[in-house]
């Protein structure tokens, strides 16, 4: 439930205007570009601030209070994409405070899961199989085991799991979409992410 009051908290379009990104790179829900031929949509959370309130109240009612920290690097671009962040969960009740690591101590905090929520860049393979190990759930390295663990986001799924490893294991086109139709609705409801934009590469 918390993960989906985040969701719902971040205004995306609040986002670009910090970020300078183009509105055209916005994410709808998925890390699968909806040009793809792998892409499916979902019932991923819409920003609907009065739902993310709900959500965080039922929360605080049962558990207490909501407490932690957006994580990003120490570049004057990302602190303003941060504090914006903060602004918006605190907006619906969350108690956040915003953490600027050093961009060189940045990839190793999240391999080794030290941080509560994060921004980052990542995905953006052609093929999600090339994807596959930021997904699966032995990459998903508890935080204190002192190994690397590319499953940043720590997602241990058994739809997940499935569903990549039915992707990776054909050839058949078909099951191979049925599969990765699976995978997105399930991302879109568990939440491990908040999806904001793309960032576009050219090579020239």
Do not use: C
């Not at 040009?35 to 207490?64: I, M, T």
């Not at 962040?85 to 009740?93: A, P, R, S, W």
């Not at 997602?155 to 990765?180: C, F, H, M, N, S």
Request: glycine fraction near 6%; proline fraction near 6%; hydrophobic fraction near 40%.
């Amino acid at each position: 439930r918390v993960r989906q009051a985040v969701a719902h908290a971040i205004d995306v379009d609040r986002y670009i205007a910090v970020s300078g990104d183009d509105p055209s790179w916005r994410i709808k829900d998925s890390p699968i570009d909806p040009k793809s031929r792998w892409y499916a949509s979902s019932d991923y959370p819409s920003f609907d601030v009065a739902k993310a309130k709900e959500l965080v109240a039922q929360v605080k009612a049962e558990k207490g209070p909501i407490t932690f920290t957006v994580s990003t690097t120490d570049t004057t671009e990302n602190q303003a994409i941060g504090q914006e962040f903060v602004k918006m969960l605190q907006d619906v009740g969350i108690d956040a405070t915003l953490e600027a690591i050093p961009q060189g101590s940045y990839p190793t905090k999240m391999v080794f899961g030290q941080y509560d929520v994060a921004f980052v860049r990542l995905f953006g393979s052609p093929d999600p199989d090339s994807d596959y190990h930021w997904w699966i759930s032995r990459n998903a390295v508890k935080p204190g085991e002192g190994r690397l663990g590319l499953n940043l986001a720590r997602i241990r799924d058994p739809q997940v799991d499935a569903a990549l490893d039915t992707g990776r294991g054909t050839t058949d086109e078909a099951t191979r979409k049925a599969a990765y139709a699976t995978f997105q609705q399930r991302l879109s409801a568990i939440v491990p992410y908040v999806w904001l934009t793309q960032s576009v590469k050219m090579i020239g």
